[in-house]
């Protein structure tokens, strides 16, 4: 009973749900930069390039024969995976850069000055002075 009491604590903490959530958000993220890189970058570099589309793009190793499965190496879909990842790794920069100058501005925040001291208590300093002198 203590191990799975433990493990409930281990689960419910912030930081465990925090990072699920996170997890969450980036699979879906990674999804809709795949689809852009895929549908709206791709298309236009493959346009540039002489109408190539990427993921067509292979080198034949073994035609298909009888019996025998084709060999290829799809080298397109590797350098799609390559431009995904490169368009999430920036756009994670830029979160992060973005955190991170959010979290200098909290800090470079001087601290707000003292109050000024109550009349009773500029008194209290004024006796203190005098008794002091005498």
């Known amino acids: ?3 799975l009491k433990e493990f409930k604590e281990f689960a419910v903490k912030g930081n465990v749900v925090d990072m699920a959530v996170g997890i969450i958000i980036g699979v879906a993220f990674g999804k809709i930069v795949s ?7 791709m298309p236009p570099l493959g346009l540039l390039i002489g109408g190539v589309d990427f993921s067509d793009l292979a080198i034949t190793l073994q035609h298909a ?3 025998v499965a084709e060999v290829t190496l799809r080298y397109g879909v590797f350098l799609q ?4 990842f490169i368009i999430i790794a920036f756009a994670i920069f830029i979160a ?5 100058t959010l ?5 470079a925040a001087p601290p707000p000055a003292p109050p000024e001291p109550s009349s009773e208590e500029k008194l209290l300093a004024e006796i203190r002075d005098l008794l002091k002198q005498k």
């Open 103 to 107: 979290k200098k501005k909290e800090e």
């Open 35 to 41: 689809s852009f890189v895929s549908d709206v970058i």
């Open 96 to 100: 992060v850069k973005a955190i991170n």
């Open 1 to 3: 009973m203590g191990m």
């Open 81 to 84: 995976a390559i431009f995904d």
């Open 65 to 67: 024969g009888e019996g």
